[in-house]
Every structure is written in C-alpha cells, then in structure tokens.
C-alpha cells in the first residue's frame, strides 16, 4: 500500500520559519514528479510547489516565489518543502502529491495541476499568526 506521510505543521507567527516533510512508503518515487498543494478553510486546493524526478527542476505559484523551496531526497524516499518568511495567508492544510507515471517532461502543464498526480497524503496543518 503506498502512503505518503506529511509531518512538520504547527503554529508559528508570521516571519518564521517551517520545514514540512513527505515520507513515501510502499513504492519509490525516485523516477517520479513530486508536489505540494494546500488548503485554506472555504478555499479549494491550491497548487504550491512541484519538482521532478531528478530535483533539477521545480515549479513554484507566484504568491510563495522567492519564500518556499521544494526539495527531494530519493534516496530518502522524501521531499521536503522548506518555508520562510511566513505569512498568515499561508495558513492551510498542506498535501504532499506524487505521480505515477514515470520521468514526466520537463514543462508539463500537469506539474501545477491537481489531476497530475495520484497518490496524495492526508495533510499537515500550518498555522500562521499576525
């Protein structure tokens, strides 16, 4: 059974610092693009960050561009998403996403959309005070 496990969520104020995490188990993600998408309350699921299999390319929406930094380790089997600089508008629950397909272009309009992946996780909560 493949999972994939978020951890690293909490309550911080805005200006911290956060590193989320997705550990996947049940199959290696190692050939796979990897993503993570967020929910704030009433608001649907929103793309974040993506990055390729190899990590040589990532994919970021303008709203967390020069904040966030999507990260992989295959031989870990995890990515990671390190988060600086936060805001409250960052404040959701945050999806860690992966593809079934392997090796996926480079430039793929399916790297910020929800349909491109398959396997999702249950989330972490991030919570950010003014």
């Known amino acids: 059974q493949v999972q994939l496990v978020e951890s690293g969520g909490r309550l911080v104020q805005a200006g911290d610092s956060l590193r989320l995490s997705c550990a996947a188990s049940?199959?290696?993600?190692?050939?796979?693009?990897m993503a993570w998408f967020r929910q704030a309350p009433g608001k649907e699921r929103e793309f974040v960050a993506a990055i390729n299999w190899s990590g040589g390319t990532t994919y970021y929406v303008d709203s967390v561009k020069g904040r966030f930094t999507i990260s992989r380790d295959n031989a870990k089997n995890t990515v990671y998403l390190q988060m600086n600089s936060l805001k409250p508008e960052d404040t959701a629950v945050y999806y860690c996403?992966?593809?079934?397909?392997?090796?996926?272009?480079?430039?793929?309009?399916?790297?910020?959309?929800?349909?491109?992946?398959?396997?999702w996780g249950q989330g972490t909560q991030v919570t950010v005070s003014p």
């Open positions: 996403a992966g593809d079934s397909l392997d090796w996926r272009a480079s430039g793929s309009a399916l790297y910020t959309r929800r349909n491109g992946y398959n396997y």
């Open positions: 049940g199959r290696t993600f190692s050939s796979n693009a």
